[in-house]
Nanobody, 120 residues
Framework: QVRLVESGGGLVQAGDSLRLSCEAS????????VGWFRQAPGKERGFVAS????????NYADSVKGRFTISRDDAKNTVYLQMNSLKPEDTAVYYC?????????????WGQGTQVTVSL
């Protein structure tokens, strides 16, 4: 059983920063790829960033490259998303997800999401 809990969302102004955390309260995040996704009102959930099992490979959506950084601390069973220079278009519910196991393609386990709202 895997349970993911996101935290760190909130209401900020454009240009501010936030750091989201994704902790596995049950199960583990170590040795598997983890991703962050977001869903804005009226839109489909989309990819934001991912980090591979060792932390050596990261990927980002074009819209967040240079502003967001994903990292992991396996000792704390936590993955982070540092978000800088936030824009109103970053407003969304942010979800973390992990793959079922190393080598598998599908993101299987999802958290409940944390709201990020960026005002002008």
């Amino acid at each position: 059983q895997v349970r993911l809990v996101e935290s760190g969302g909130g209401l900020v102004q454009a240009g501010d920063s936030l750091r989201l955390s994704c902790e596995a309260s049950e199960g583990t995040l170590s040795s598997v790829d983890v991703g962050w996704f977001r869903q804005a009102p009226g839109k489909e959930r989309g990819f934001v960033a991912s980090i591979n099992w060792s932390g050596s490979v990261t990927n980002y959506a074009d819209s967040v490259k240079g502003r967001f950084t994903i990292s992991r601390d396996d000792a704390k069973n936590t993955v982070y998303l540092q978000m800088n220079s936030l824009k109103p278009e970053d407003t969304a519910v942010y979800y973390c997800s992990r793959k079922g196991a190393r080598g598998l393609a599908a993101y299987t386990y999802w958290g409940q999401g944390t709201q990020v709202t960026v005002s002008l």
